[in-house]
Each structure stands twice: as structure tokens, then as C-alpha cells.
């Protein structure tokens, strides 16, 4: 089942906020779940090494096509048509394990419980210690819930996205 999290495309304000704390050193991965239109994606790109690798994770098959012509000679990027519990069996067919950052335009407050608890322990297994997961929502809903898995902090808030949207950075929990 395809859910969308909007009526509207995310603003180029919000993508900029998505980013912010997206450093990319030499070799890095990125791994976006819920690309949707690509808006993060595009800033994602201009800010990631030519040695560094994208990987877009999109459910909808119309938005899949869309984001491969748009980016089809990047080699940078690798778009996938697939299901965000199970992204890490989708890059490990490309050689990774892991992730330096998940950003995430998922809408989870439109996901059920049990899926979301999954996407949830994936991003776990599959971001590096000193990797951070940046996520939007429009309404703190599931803030506690990404919290207990997460060390989470509400980092901003986008008033120019339409509507104002949150964004929550959050990195593993140390042993």
C-alpha cells in the first residue's frame, strides 16, 4: 500500500532544513526513504561528494520513474522502487551494510504501528554509530516513539513549509 504524507510537495525551506546537519565526507552513504517528489533529493546532490553514494527508497512507482529520469546521469544515485522496512536488503544488493545519514520524508503518523516499528529497527541496524537519521513530520506525533529507540531532538521548525513541519535529528544510543 502506497500513503502519501501530503497533498503538497515539501518546500525548498524545509529540504534546507532536512540537510543542515548532512555533512558528507569523502565516500559517504546516504540512504533517503520516501523521496516523493525528490525535493531533498536535489539538495542532497548538491551537497554530496562524487565519490559518495545516494540511495533513494520510494514505494510509489509513479515517483520512481519521475526521479530516474530526472536523475538518470547522475551516477551518484541509486533509485529502487521498494519498501522502506527493507531498504537495508535493497543497498546491501550494492555492497552496503550502512548508512552515514537517513533522511526521511516517510509520513509516519499514516503508518501503521507494526510497519513503522520496522522502519523504525531498520534504520537502527543500518546507520552508522556516528551516522544521524533526520526525519519530518508535520505534528510531534510519533517524537516519543522515535525517542525511545533514538537519542531524538526536535532541531527545527519549517513555518515556510506548507504545512509547518518538524524536523527531528537523532543518533543511535550508546551501549
Known amino acids: 500500500m502506497t500513503v502519501n504524507g501530503s497533498l503538497f510537495p515539501s518546500s525548498k525551506y524545509l529540504a534546507k532544513q532536512m540537510i ?11 540512504v533517503e526513504l520516501g523521496a516523493g517528489t525528490g525535493i531533498f533529493t536535489k539538495y542532497i546532490l548538491e551537497i554530496l561528494p562524487k565519490d559518495g ?6 514505494i510509489n512507482p509513479i515517483f520512481v520513474e ?21 531498504f537495508g536488503k535493497a543497498i546491501a544488493r550494492f555492497g552496503y551494510a550502512k548508512a552515514d545519514y537517513i533522511l526521511s520524508g516517510l509520513p509516519l503518523a ?3 504501528n507494526e510497519t513503522r516499528k520496522t522502519i523504525l529497527e531498520e534504520i537502527q541496524r543500518h ?5 544521524l537519521y533526520i ?3 508535520y505534528l510531534i506525533r510519533n517524537f516519543l516513539e522515535i525517542r525511545k529507540k533514538f537519542d531524538c531532538k526536535i ?3 519549517e513555518l515556510r513549509n ?11 544510543r550508546q551501549q
Not at 543542515?20 to 552513504?29: H, M
Request: net charge positive; with cysteine; charged share 25%.
Open 20 to 30: 543542515k546537519k548532512v555533512k558528507p565526507e569523502s565516500r559517504c552513504c546516504i
Open 53 to 58: 553514494k545516494l540511495f533513494v527508497i520510494e
Open 66 to 86: 519521475q526521479l530516474k529520469k530526472l536523475y538518470k546521469n547522475d551516477s551518484r544515485i541509486v533509485i529502487l522502487e521498494a519498501n522502506a522496512s527493507e
Open 110 to 112: 499514516n503508518i501503521d
Open 127 to 131: 546507520l552508522f554509530p556516528t551516522g
Open 135 to 137: 526525519q519530518f513530520q
Open 155 to 157: 532541531s527545527s521548525f
Open 162 to 172: 506548507f504545512p509547518p513541519a518538524f524536523v527531528y535529528t537523532s543518533k543511535l
